[in-house]
């Protein structure tokens, strides 16, 4: 399955951006789908997930709250729904997927979007 992330941009704090990971050549709802993000001189970290048939989902403790991650079947995407952001939400997004949701959470996802940059000014 190739992955497509879309939706960063410049954004101000305060403000709310949704992400959108679209999947071209499989069904996406077959995949476990996670989103991470990789701020400026820092290691990628997991932000969310979910589950194939979306029933579970996981966030990390900085994205709880703020942070919103959702299946689209009818468009084959996964969406990643920011409100408040804040400056250090200023990373590039990307999205992964996998059949497990523990290796798409490890970040051993098999497969990979090729980011997208969000930028939140102050």
């Known amino acids: 399955v190739q992955l497509q992330a879309s939706g960063g941009g410049l954004v101000q704090a305060g403000g709310s951006l949704r992400l959108s990971c679209a999947a071209s050549g499989r069904t996406l709802s077959d995949f476990a789908t996670g989103w991470f993000r990789q701020a400026p001189g820092k290691e990628r970290e997991f932000v969310a997930a979910i589950s194939y048939s979306g029933h579970s989902t996981s966030y990390a403790d900085s994205a709880k709250g703020r942070f919103t991650i959702s299946r689209d079947n009818a468009k084959n995407t996964v969406d990643l729904q920011v409100n408040s952001v804040i400056p250090e939400d200023t990373a590039v997004y990307y999205c992964?997927?996998?059949?497990?949701?523990?290796?798409?959470?490890?970040?051993?996802?098999?497969?990979w979007g090729q980011g997208t940059l969000v930028t939140v000014s102050s």
């Open positions: 992964a997927a996998d059949r497990y949701l523990s290796m798409v959470r490890a970040g051993t996802g098999d497969y």
